[in-house]
Nanobody, 122 residues
Framework: QVQLVESGGGLVQAGGSLRLSCAAS????????MGWFRQAPGKEREFVGR????????YYADSVKCRFTISRDNAKNTVHLQMNSLTPEDTAVYYC???????????????WGQGTQVTVSS
């Protein structure tokens, strides 16, 4: 089992920045990737970006590309989401998720955090 705990959410003005963190604990040895997702009120959850755990390569949704950056600290089993140039459209609950290569194969996010609220005021 893996536990994920997000932190760093809050209220920020448009144009500002926030940094979210997600700490993983438990059986993390077979982590393939960690991803960030978000869900705004009345909308479906959407993919934000992900980082491959070993290679460190990243991939982002078009809506956040060039504004958001995902990084990882392998030693601390932590992934960060640096969000810049925030707009009210970025308001959502942000979730981190972990893709375990030995649970349902690669490409499915098997463990999820509880989410952290990000609110961007205009």
């Amino acid at each position: 089992q893996v536990q994920l705990v997000e932190s760093g959410g809050g209220l920020v003005q448009a144009g500002g920045s926030l940094r979210l963190s997600c700490a993983a604990s438990g059986r993390t040895e077979s982590t393939y990737a960690m991803g960030w997702f978000r869900q705004a009120p009345g909308k479906e959850r959407e993919f934000v970006g992900r980082i491959k755990w070993t290679a460190g390569t990243t991939y982002y949704a078009d809506s956040v590309k060039c504004r958001f950056t995902i990084s990882r600290d392998n030693a601390k089993n932590t992934v960060h989401l640096q969000m810049n140039s925030l707009t009210p459209e970025d308001t959502a609950v942000y979730y981190c998720a972990l893709d375990d290569r030995f649970v349902a194969g690669v490409g499915s996010y098997d463990y999820w955090g509880q989410g952290t609220q990000v609110t961007v005021s205009s």
